[in-house]
């Protein structure tokens, strides 16, 4: 090699002269950027979906007057031994209009409720609750 050459390899299609060797390689590594930034926008649209979703939350607590442990509910749940809270949820704050009932898979006593309840016995719940739903979605 000659004083002022690079040591690159090219294809045999390749033009070596500096200004084509730029464009090939601008030509070349272009949709990099490209998709790069099409990675990083598709994952911040799942995260800002997850993050941004409408729907009600229902928080419950295992003490009446929303006092003690807490879980949050997102849409329902048939059956609240799954999140280890079965027998344990004694009041709520409901975001929209839930039903609840004191048995598993929206079974035993059921009431409709919304906003604060602290206590679920008044709502006409034996116990408390099991399972529940979200009743009305938000539009």
Known sequence: ??????NLSASPDVDMSNETLAEHLKVRL?????????????????ANAQ???DIPNAYLWDQPDFRGHHVTIVGGSD???DLR????????????EWT??????????CATVHGQVPDVTRAGLSGPIMSLRLSRPRH
Do not use: Q, T, Y
């Open 30 to 46: 272009a949709p990099l950027p490209i998709l790069i930034g099409a990675v990083l926008l598709a994952g911040s649209g799942a």
């Open 85 to 96: 809270f079965a027998g344990r949820a004694i009041s709520g704050h409901f975001e929209d």
């Open 51 to 53: 993050l941004h979703l």
């Open 1 to 6: 090699m000659g004083k002022g050459e690079d």
């Open 79 to 81: 059956d609240l031994a």
């Open 100 to 109: 609840i009932c004191d048995a598993p898979s929206l079974a035993g006593n």
